[in-house]
């Protein structure tokens, strides 16, 4: 059940006012944000697919009837952008910053990573970046309902009920997601957790 302000929020959304638009992105722009960031990685990606997901609210919010709460709507657009960006954005190629790049003298190929510092906590910042490399990869392996599910209740401390609503299935369902994905992390990751 939407709130008497934020349903006053919408409809005046609805009716062309930008500052209500505005309010309610501010509302929920971050966690937006952190769903995108947690579930692609990437803060370039989690950008991108930010700005997808409130230009499609801005189009359907005329569409939008209150039979969920406003939350609800807005993370299930969040979930589908999430879904289809990896997609589409599948044939881009990207070239590595720290690829060699050529001195004009005799010298061998320069890359960026030479000529960073590393300070006394190098060590620590590097076993932490290779726990973190291998948790992502153990994300990045489930299919993508399994990974949202984990992602907005683990990273986003959602309830189970909730989950159910914006990916728009039954509790059970979220649940089976939520445990064969639990399993495959924990498999994956074993190493670390013993």
Known sequence: MMNQEENLLIKE???????????LVARYDRHV????QQYRHSRE??????????????RGLKNFE??????????????NVCFTYKARNKKMQF???DQGFDMDDDSKDLRLSDTLEGGPSADQDLMDEEIKKNVN??????????????????????????IAK?????????????FTATRKMRDKLKDFIE
């Open 137 to 162: 990869g153990a994300l990045e392996s489930l299919p993508p309902q399994q990974k949202m599910v984990f992602t907005l209740k683990h990273l986003q401390d959602m309830k189970i009920s909730e």
């Open 45 to 58: 990606d989690a950008k991108d697919i930010y700005q997808e997901v409130f230009l499609r609210v801005y």
């Open 13 to 23: 959304a609805q009716n062309g006012n930008m500052q209500a638009f505005e309010t």
């Open 33 to 36: 944000l952190a769903i995108a």
């Open 95 to 97: 070239a590595s910053i």
């Open 166 to 178: 914006i990916m728009n299935c039954g509790e059970g369902t979220v649940k089976k997601y939520l």
């Open 66 to 79: 209150g039979n969920s709460a406003f939350s609800t709507w807005l993370f299930r657009i969040t979930v």
